[in-house]
């Protein structure tokens, strides 16, 4: 136990030491001149004065170290020491410095880029007050509207209200929008649109966050009272120091967001991004205003509009438990109890099917987390195979170095060092090895960051997530770093001070040295091939992978079609209004006509985009529940534009207006599957809906080829598609095939929007081809970095290979002298080697194939069109481990074949 | 002239006490005075004062300024702090009972 001030002296004595040094020496120096002066007064003679002085007060550079031994901080001196003699010795072998500082820089690099990724997408809690108290109703993996029963994800607002004041066991509820609002508004009435994420939120989301704005006031619950006369809204702080220049009068500016100007009351905190990982709103606005934000949803007063995510924050000692059955009494109560519910047989059992859970929310909301989990704990894990590598690497070119350092050990141990002192050493030369490795990775890493978020986004616009370097993942970090060190230099700390005094002073490398069969050597590079093979095939899976994803036939031809989106809302009409149904077939036609435009069409859904469906009914068919049909509704040139073959029948012309009879195009599967067999499907009718109403009666008129909706790996759809005038949509999907330059071409068909509405803003122009790229986005990210570490993890096998095989053939050089001597050709000598590598190789792919063949099982479901590891792939992987391994042995393999047996035994 | 080694750990309690009795001293007087009161029986290795003086200066016992000898050569001279006191009284009782105890063991028949 120390106390406070001894600590201090002790702590001052450290940044004095030089101070304190001389003191002590001054002070002894004083002390033997006046002993020598007194004994010389005593009649010695001037030497044996000295001498007296000396024998009566001890060594005194022992006495000097002792007192300093006293301070207590020796074994810090001695850590500098370790350190600046580690640099030393890094410097003296700088081929072998710098590729266990690669090495290490790549892989703790990797590990901390995947492991910011993980951490922004799957660990880190919001930015709330006490996150851990927040649950979310249901498991929040649907976005968009749902009218079915029984939906646990999903709420309507009146529900919401409900939940919100009758249940017992949360402090308070907020309802979110499922999905974000992209609007163009402008700022202060300027002309200039601009796009602005905007989320509608209930008054109670900032209070029940606990989340305090650091200008102005958060919503309230005041302004989510009644509908349609709160425009208010809080805006993110990165928006306003972006939009609006961090202007301090904030609070005096006004945002118009379709016909409405809103007032901007607050501006949230710097780290609130909202309650969604991924994305990143600019505005928020209360849930009352939902039908003045464009769209213009109409939703705020629909018992079964439901559209929003609920969460709750628990009361404090209120259980889980507890608090899922008070909402699920709630839920079916308040549920059945509206006045429009349809509460026929298979509502009823929709309803009592029904079972709200309650998630943990503290990580927040997130589609990405679905989407890149799997990818991001593959990716970690293959990271950390590197990692295993480079530590396999570095603990064998320390071992090989360690024993060439042998007689400098036995040297220092024959003078008086310790064991575990030269043991302490090595290991701080490891952690000196790790450390700086360990800050080239967080370099590394914040590059590699930025450009996996390229990678993720795959496009344009980059994801708003945060995984900048934070003091989360410096710890993570330290961690692996430490944890590298020890791994790589405990072993050859403990193997290289094992030391046979004697035989190790004596010069020369005689064949009875231990270390010269190198075991722990050999299972290091075993253990590598091994990684390396589970690496490469995974690498072969994925790339295959993503080969089979680009070769599937879409039913469409995604070259030359240019894609761009228009925001209709600025005209401030209704989808239904025959102006804007006008409108639209005016900028079909304008854009068609233009020279190098070969068709042109609007669609709600071009791919990739979500969908809209319901079950249907066909007479004379058996209803199918389990059946939904995607509807697209569609310009009459979509077929041309997208060059998906109509099979028979027509396309939509002129002829099928909004006053003409009701007609749909419907896909091959849907024509073969859900009509009668045996009749042809044109012709006849059917319900676009489950009941048989009148007005959702359609007329087949055509047949179209079966094509991909929403992502490649889906199995086939029944997709109909109907006329735009016929189900108006206030759509914004241009999709356009041209011929000729791209970007000419672009211009081109701005202009002729521009030409028909100068206001209407244009975003996201790209091609099909990049936006069928993009649905792959993550499985080509997983190729492609399976593929590069795949690469990286054989590169640093092969140095491993060749690094032990050179040190092997250093230590034997007497023996193949001898064998040379006695006759062994050179071809001999190679083959000794060689045979040896061929080994190691074969014993670590026969150590890999089950692990390979065990792992390809954990990935399976991230594969598509393949079902797990061919022989192949596994043949031409250890075919290959096996010619790189032979490669980086052929270099020792020469020099060993080229011993001149004379020099050899000369030596010994 | 036959001199008796000090019996392990009274170091620091024969430079308490002498620094106690004779205020304010630097090593070589310390050493000096040490033998001289002991009238030349108990002898001490005279380095081994300075590690035990820096152990002092660290638990506080005494403090130690610069001045200047009889001989006009700049000396650290050491002095007991309050503290120092209290540690003397406490290596004192410790010794005294120590001794007691072997004496009795000596002289219990």
Known sequence: MQKAPELLRRISMLFHRNRFQSDLEEEMRLHLDLREQEQREAGLSRQAAHQAAYRRFGNPTAIKEKSQTTWGWNWLEDFFEDIRYGFRSMLRSPALTAVALLSLALGIGANTAIFSFLDAVMLRSLPVRDPSQLVLLGEGDDYGVTDSYGSTTLYSYPFYRQMQQENAVFSDVAAIYSTEHRVHGTIDGRDDVEEMHVHLVSGTYFPTLGVQPVLGRALTDEDDNTEGDHPVVVISYAWWKRALAGDPAVLNRKIKLGTTIFNIVGVAPPEFFGTKVGEAPDIWVPLSMMNSVPPGFNGYKDDFYQSMHLIGRLRPGVSREQAVSNVNVLYQQIIRAFPDANLNPRNIADLNKAHVVLTPMATGLSSLRHRFSDPLKILMGVTTLVLLIACANIANLLLARSTARVREFAVRQALGAGRMRLVRQLLTEGFLLAAVGGALGVGLAAFADRLLLRMISGGADTIPLDVSINLRLLIFNLAVTVATALLFGIVPALRGTRIELTEALKDGRGPSSGTSRSPIGKVLIIAQVAISLVLTVGAILFIRSLVNLTNVDTGFSRESVLRLEVDSNVTGLKSDDPRMIAMFQQIEQRVSALPGVKAASFASFVYGQGSWNTEIRVPAMEAREDINVKHNVIGNDYFAALQIPLLAGRTFGPQDTSTSHRVAIISESMAKDLFPPGINPIGHHYYTTMDPEPNADVEVVGIVKDVKFRNLQEPQQYIDYIPNPQHPWGYGNLAVRYNGDFTTISNEVQQAIHGIDQTMPISRITTLDQEVARSITNQRLVAQLSAFFGLLAVFLSCIGIYGLMSYIVSRRTNEIGIRIAIGASRADVRWLVMREIVLLVAIGTAVGIPVTLAGSRLVANMLFGMSGVSWISLVGSVAGLLLVGLIAGFLPAQRASRVDPMVALRYE | ?109
């Open chain 2, 1 to 109: 002239m036959n001199k008796d080694e000090i019996p392990p750990g009274t170091l620091y309690l024969l430079i308490l006490r002498t620094l106690a009795r004779q205020g304010e001293l630097h090593g070589f007087e310390i050493a000096d005075s040490i033998q001289c009161t002991s009238e030349d029986v108990l002898q001490v290795e005279e380095g081994s004062l300075y590690p035990a003086l820096q152990r002092m200066l660290i638990k506080g016992w005494v403090t130690a300024k610069w001045g200047t000898t009889a001989g006009n050569r700049r000396a650290r001279y050491y002095k007991l702090t309050a503290s120092g006191r209290k540690q003397l009284a406490l290596e004192i009782s410790q010794f005294q009972r120590v001794i007691g105890a072997i004496t009795r063991v000596i002289q219990t028949a």
